[in-house]
């Protein structure tokens, strides 16, 4: 019930601010161009191998680093959006500064949990005498599901990070109560966010891009805070923790007001919504 809520709300607020998420995409889409620009150029500029290859890295940095911190700042916006507060664009801009410290950690600790994933799946799992041991297999698959789970848990962070706003490591512990929490939630959203990336290839980035895959998680952590304040209730009266209302998320109930906000649009609605009640 409450996925179902969460696909059209997320596709009325996305298509409803689309025009909005050009900026900030545009914005990555720029830092990819600049990067990737003078990467190119290194190649015809610096004889030395080993001295591009530091400006590569020190590219590929500033890259996920200004990426994660444009994250960071449209997350504050996304949660307005999410939240049915109006959002502009200047709003966007002045959460930058504030999301800088935090985007760089954030960013690192992506760089981080990739490079350390990429070495130890090719160490695990290099063929020795032309064959990969089971052994080999077995840590290899194993050391990339762990990495896996961090990265997907790390997902969460810009989202927890523009509602409750605790320092950076109490936020990541969050993130992996979040994901084990609401796993089969966090695999949806995981295929949803594929969906939204292959749409953001053919869009060049522009549309839905960043702001669409972090939209859809901020849409959808605002109805999970939902359960957790309804669970906090149950703690405030005592009620057992193997009890029916614990087990048994009333998200009806939890979600009316949502729903009240959230009609069926029509056509006119999409297109001429300024027609829709003549």
């Not at 996920?64 to 916006?77: D, K, N, P, R, Y």
């Not at 990070?161 to 992996?176: D, E, G, L, Q, S």
């Not at 089969?184 to 292959?198: D, P, R």
Request: charged share 20%.
């Amino acid at each position: 019930y409450m996925l179902s809520l969460f696909f059209k709300k997320n596709f009325y607020d996305g298509w409803d601010n689309v025009m909005f998420f050009f900026v900030p995409n545009l914005m990555i889409d720029a830092l990819i161009i600049l990067c990737t620009g003078i990467s190119s150029l290194g190649v015809t500029v610096f004889k030395n191998a080993d001295f591009f290859l530091y400006i590569w890295i020190f590219l590929a940095l500033v890259l996920v680093c200004g990426s994660s911190i444009f994250t960071l700042a449209w997350a504050e916006s996304s949660k307005g959006i999410a939240d049915y507060e109006t959002v502009e664009f200047k709003d966007f801009f002045k959460s930058i500064k504030n999301c800088i410290t935090d985007g760089i950690k954030y960013g690192l600790s992506l760089v981080a949990v990739t490079s350390i994933a990429a070495i130890g799946g090719i160490y695990f799992l290099k063929p020795q005498n032309g064959q990969i041991s089971f052994a080999g297999l077995l840590a290899g698959v194993c050391y990339i599901w762990a990495a896996l789970i961090i990265i997907a848990s790390l997902l969460w962070y810009p989202s927890i990070r523009a509602y409750m706003h605790n320092p950076f490591i109490k936020t990541v512990k969050k993130c992996f109560i979040v994901l084990f929490d609401n796993l089969f939630v966090s695999i949806v959203l995981g295929f949803y966010n594929l969906f939204l990336a292959a749409i953001s290839i053919i869009m060049l980035g522009i549309a839905p891009g960043m702001c669409g895959v972090q939209m859809a998680r901020a849409n959808a952590f605002r109805l999970i805070m939902k359960k957790y304040d309804y669970i906090e209730e149950l703690d405030k009266k005592g009620e057992p923790l193997n009890s029916r209302a614990r087990r048994k998320i009333p998200w009806k109930e939890l979600l009316k007001d949502d729903i009240e906000a959230n009609p069926t649009r029509g056509f006119k609605a999409f297109f001429f919504p300024w027609k829709e009640n003549q």
